[in-house]
């Protein structure tokens, strides 16, 4: 919009430089963000106590199955435990976080 100076300026631009004026240069604010990750962080101790807290206030869990809150945690423990895959044909596990894209992850 004329008069703005926070202009979004797309990345071919920021490369080749061929579309910027003088004018606009100096009027505009240029702002970076300094990213360290993309990704949520979710601590699986964290989930699990979350989990916990709200099956232990779930007065209609015993209607629903037969396990209690405390073997339902057990489960997601190992569940959010098992995040080993493959890359290149060696063996990795996760070890710091949740695994994105696993059915019980937060």
């Not at 430089?17 to 300094?34: G, L, P």
């Not at 232990?56 to 489960?75: M, Y």
Request: with cysteine; glycine share 6%; aromatic share 8%.
């Amino acid at each position: 919009a004329p008069g703005d100076t926070h202009l979004p300026l797309p990345a071919e631009n920021w490369r080749s430089r061929k579309s910027f004026t003088k004018d606009r240069v100096e009027k505009a604010e240029i702002t970076s963000y300094d990213v360290c990750s993309l990704l949520t962080s979710i601590p699986p101790k964290g989930a699990v106590a979350v989990v916990k807290d709200f099956l232990d206030s779930d007065n209609t869990l015993g209607e629903r199955t037969k396990l209690s809150a405390e073997q339902v945690c057990q489960l997601l423990v190992l569940c959010l435990g098992c995040t080993y895959f493959t890359y290149n044909g060696l063996f990795y596990q996760q070890l710091h976080s949740c695994a994105m894209g696993s059915p019980v992850s937060p």
